[in-house]
């Protein structure tokens, strides 16, 4: 594609380098831009420069915050004696939405994965172990992804919590609300039996 | 969707104004932006406030440009008497890569639509018409889309240039090359053999 101007090659060049952004919807966008107001391209530079130099992640759970310690853990009415383990701040957002969580978040930073490169010094998991052995921390509740990194991920830290005094627990794998069980698979199928709640149970989680 | 940070939520109000990206694409690139080292961050917004803020229009033909007179204007290879009449930029882009036009553009900024509330004076025509007055025109081609709006903006000119010592043309309508004949329309197939071609013609278009 021959632009026949630099500045707009630079441009669409530059958003072109996000994920699912192709140098065809890069140009649209650019273009939508050029169509606004100066305003709205200054501010959305603004806001992401802003974003990227300002952005701080909280010093107690990893979370992204504007502050030193987020609002989740600074938040007085959050249990502190309970911890969500998460691979990363979208799980956090996740699960906030859901507004049935009200503890404490360890966000680990990925998972486990040795193809990727990524070990367990790569994470965040000895402040975690740090934090249980300091902190009135009760029970830790893992909640990655269900994929091999997530469960080696779960097991490693299952491993060095070993010997302290917390419980741990896991976020549990079933038929999703509103599926159709003929299209499940085994694998959940077969853990949701194996892992069946008492009925009363299920009344009240909605 | 609740950030936990205004940074964030700027950030991602920001993109998602952008045509095309919802909430959580927005989301999902800011945090891209995020994991990526913080240069990328700011040679997108760099590039993007450069772009707004330094872009101009070609003075001659409307085309974007980083110069007062775009390159296509200023190219002595070029053959200033045939212009080519297009909606906006990405039709210059269209028309360029195809490298079988060797004349200049006229970029008109949009095409005539009483129902967006675009008129013959929000247009460049004005400008077309006193060039064709002042100028070596020879030519001048109609390359709108062969929509009501184009036909509509099409006729305002050609009744502007009317008396005015030049010809004028439009684009080919046909059946595009690789299509199957029984899928096109009736309108496009009936215009195609109305104006068919020399055989011979056929063969040096390629």
Same mark, same amino acid.
């Given at each position: ?10 441009? %669409? ?69 309970? %911890? ?33 490169? %990524? ?46 005094? %917390? ?40």
């Amino acid at each position: 594609m021959d632009l026949s101007s630099r500045l707009l090659e630079n441009a %669409v060049h530059e958003v072109s380098q996000l994920p699912g952004i192709g140098k065809r919807t890069a140009l649209r966008l650019v273009l939508h831009l050029l169509r606004q107001p100066k305003q709205q391209t200054e501010s959305l530079s603004g806001a992401l420069l802003a974003l990227r130099q300002e952005i701080k992640y909280c010093k107690n759970c990893h979370n992204i915050s504007d502050l030193e310690i987020c609002g989740i853990c600074t938040n007085p009415k959050r249990d502190k004696g309970l %911890v969500c383990v998460v691979e990363d701040i979208r799980d956090v957002m996740a699960i906030e939405s859901t507004a049935q969580y009200r503890g404490l978040y360890h966000v680990l930073g990925g998972k486990i994965s040795p193809i990727d490169g %990524v070990g367990p010094h790569d994470l965040t998991i000895a402040r975690l172990v740090a934090k249980v052995k300091q902190d009135e921390v009760n029970e830790v509740i893992f909640a990655l992804s269900p994929t091999i990194e997530g469960d080696t991920t779960n097991f490693y830290i299952f491993k060095q919590l070993e010997g302290l005094d %917390v419980k741990t627990s896991t976020i549990a794998r079933g038929i999703s609300v509103g599926d159709e069980l003929e299209y499940a698979d085994e694998i959940t199928l077969g853990r949701s039996i194996l892992n069946r709640v008492p009925f009363e149970n299920s009344l009240k989680s909605s």
